[in-house]
């Protein structure tokens, strides 16, 4: 062999192998899309395969039909979208005076939010379940959002993106007789777009799929989230696995969605927390 | 006493700080406190402090045979899920970070379990791990000449089981965050490594995992934490059984406060949780720091 079928001998063996191992981390995504379209007979034959026979597009139609699902996605939108929107605004702006401002004390506070992430959320929950309980707050927006609406973790990622910004834009901006909140709204936050993308990419994909706290904070079936109907799906048939898993199809779609059109954003940002933090 | 000025720059950084660190002090903070408190009482079923036990609930929960259970599921869950993940996402990481036509498409396809909520996840794999012929890995294992495994009804498999798919579902963050650390490595180390004949396998061994040691620390600290914290696959797949074998701690503070109402005892596992994730978190950075290389 010379050099260049050497060469590609090599890369024809990359590709194998790079097909091979998406195939085994794909496969069980795939035959779940595979369940979700066949009829119960096929879901149920023996052997199990994958591809369908015939397409029945009715399994999504009865999932819905079963549970609530549409209801349960309302409210796993509205959740993820109230916590993310307050965590990239009470984020940016701990990270603002974090990043851009001198007062005493700054360590210490710094190291106060930092050690929020020590804290374990398993470790909080009974005496926040009690707050809300004896609030009234149980089956609420507020109930299932207000304990997330800070982050740490968003905090420390978008100081750490303001830190990269050059000082002499802070000064400028104060000799225009720029007001330190103009600032960070109409200079800081525009270039802090990839940053707050990370932010929003992570925090929706985190609440859309949170269980414990949702599955503590809701008992009535009109304010269960997503990740808890789901498990209504099983009770109401335990045979209709092709049922189930088209109510999975539907329930994973916004988040692998969101990650797709995110995904670049999201491996940048976590990277470089993890890479340089 | 603070300066007029800086007393100024204080209050003005408060404004910025105040939203978070109120949600911290009422969500985090102040419910520390109270675990640690109520971890002394007993309750009644509205969660009031009723009875004083002092340490007593810890020393019940020490001598008690379920606890050491837990804290043997936790810990074997543990050792089953965070070695594994880690090193077949270093493995896909390596794989995928070659300059070839189309290796987007498999990063993506890599990472995509991070978008895989648990709720969803164990609901599939309670399909494929279906205890008769029918369930796939059965299937797989029968075309392999195995006989069929009663996955997660049998003490001996429904840990391993729950460990599979745990693994399965942690792969995309890990990918993720190793090709991250793969990709900042310097080019020239390789070159030079190059030049002087070390062969793959040696520059894998030799550089890519020393410089990439504190990107593995981070995701060891991490995906241990995150074991620790697992409930959802247990919720759905085994609660906690069978016989126990599955009911890691989390899983048990959730039985104890949420289905017996036994805030006081409860709460005691809660405060043991949050020292083992303390004490495990500052031992990783103190060895952390020794062992691995930065740049």
Redesign the interface.
């Known amino acids: 062999m010379n050099a260049k079928q050497k060469k590609i001998a090599f890369m024809v063996l990359q590709y194998a192998l790079l097909i091979l191992a998406a195939l085994v981390i794909i496969y069980p995504i795939l035959y779940v899309i595979g369940i979700s379209l066949m009829n119960s007979g096929e879901a149920a034959s023996y052997p199990p395969h994958v591809i369908p026979h015939q397409m029945d597009l009715g399994n999504f139609k009865k999932a819905m039909d079963t549970a609530p699902l549409g209801h349960f996605m309302l409210n796993s939108l509205m959740v993820s979208l109230i916590v993310t929107f307050s965590q990239m605004v009470t984020a940016s702006l701990a990270a603002y005076a974090f990043a851009f401002l001198e007062f005493p004390y700054k360590n210490t506070l710094f190291i106060v939010f930092l050690s929020t992430m020590m804290i374990p959320g398993e470790s909080t929950l009974i005496p926040n379940y009690l707050t809300m309980r004896s609030l009234g707050w149980i089956n609420t927006y507020q109930g299932l959002t207000l304990p997330f609406m800070a982050t740490a973790f968003g905090t420390f990622l978008l100081r750490q993106f303001f830190l990269t910004l050059p000082k002499e834009l802070f000064d400028a901006a104060r000799i225009d007789g720029c007001g330190k909140f103009r600032f960070l709204w109409s200079i800081v936050l525009p270039l802090a777009r990839p940053a707050l993308g990370t932010l929003g990419v992570y925090s929706f994909i985190t609440t859309w799929n949170q269980y414990l706290w949702p599955l503590l904070m809701t008992n009535d079936t009109n304010m269960r989230t997503v990740q808890i109907g789901i498990g209504m799906l099983q009770f109401q048939d335990a045979t209709a696995w092709n049922v189930v898993m088209a109510g999975v199809v539907i329930i994973l779609l916004p988040s692998l969605l969101v990650l797709i059109l995110g995904q670049k954003q999201l491996i940048k940002g976590l990277t470089s927390g993890a890479v340089k933090g | 006493m603070?300066q007029k000025k800086?007393?100024r720059?204080?209050l003005?950084?408060a404004l910025?700080?105040s939203?978070?660190?109120?949600?911290?002090l009422?969500?985090?903070?102040?419910?520390?406190i109270?675990?640690f408190y109520?971890s002394l009482y007993l309750t009644n079923p509205?969660?009031d402090p009723v009875v004083w036990k002092g340490i007593q609930n810890y020393a019940k929960l020490i001598a008690s045979e379920d606890f050491r259970k837990s804290l043997v599921a936790s810990s074997l869950f543990i050792l089953y899920t965070v070695p594994g993940t880690i090193m077949l996402a270093l493995?896909?990481a390596v794989?995928?970070n070659?300059k070839?036509r189309g290796?987007g498409i498999?990063r993506?396809?890599?990472?995509?379990?991070?978008?895989?909520?648990?709720?969803?996840a164990a609901?599939?794999?309670?399909?494929?791990l279906a205890p008769g012929?029918?369930?796939?890995l059965n299937?797989f294992l029968n075309s392999l000449g195995f006989s069929n495994v009663s996955w997660l009804v049998t003490t001996q498999t429904a840990l391993p089981a729950i460990a599979l798919m745990t693994v399965?579902m942690g792969?995309g963050?890990n990918f993720?965050?190793i090709?991250?650390?793969l990709?900042?490595l310097p080019e020239d180390v390789y070159e030079s490594a190059r030049i002087d004949g070390a062969n793959g396998w040696k520059q894998f061994w030799y550089i890519t995992v020393p410089l990439l040691s504190?990107?593995l620390f981070?995701?060891i600290v991490v995906d241990t934490?995150n074991a620790?914290?697992a409930?959802?696959q247990f919720?759905?797949l085994t609660q906690g059984g069978p016989d126990r074998a599955s009911n890691v701690i989390?899983y048990s503070?959730?039985q104890e406060?949420?289905v017996n109402s036994r805030?006081g005892p409860?709460?005691a596992q809660?405060?043991i949780?949050?020292l083992i994730?303390?004490v495990l978190?500052l031992i990783q950075f103190r060895i952390g720091e020794k062992k691995v290389h930065y740049q």
Not at chain 2, 19 to 24: A, C, E, R, T, V
Not at chain 2, 123 to 128: E, K, R, S, V
């Open positions: 603070l800086s007393r720059e204080l003005y950084a910025y700080l939203p978070s660190l109120l949600i911290f009422i969500f985090v903070f102040y419910p520390m109270k675990t109520l509205h969660g493995i896909l794989m995928a070659v070839l290796i498999f993506m396809i890599f990472s995509s379990t991070i978008g895989v909520s648990v709720a969803s609901t599939i794999w309670m399909f494929l012929g029918n369930g796939m299937h399965w792969l963050f993720i965050i090709i991250g650390g990709q900042s504190p990107t981070f995701v934490i620790f914290q409930f959802g919720n759905i989390v503070i959730y406060a949420f805030f409860a709460s809660a405060v949780l949050f994730i303390l978190t």
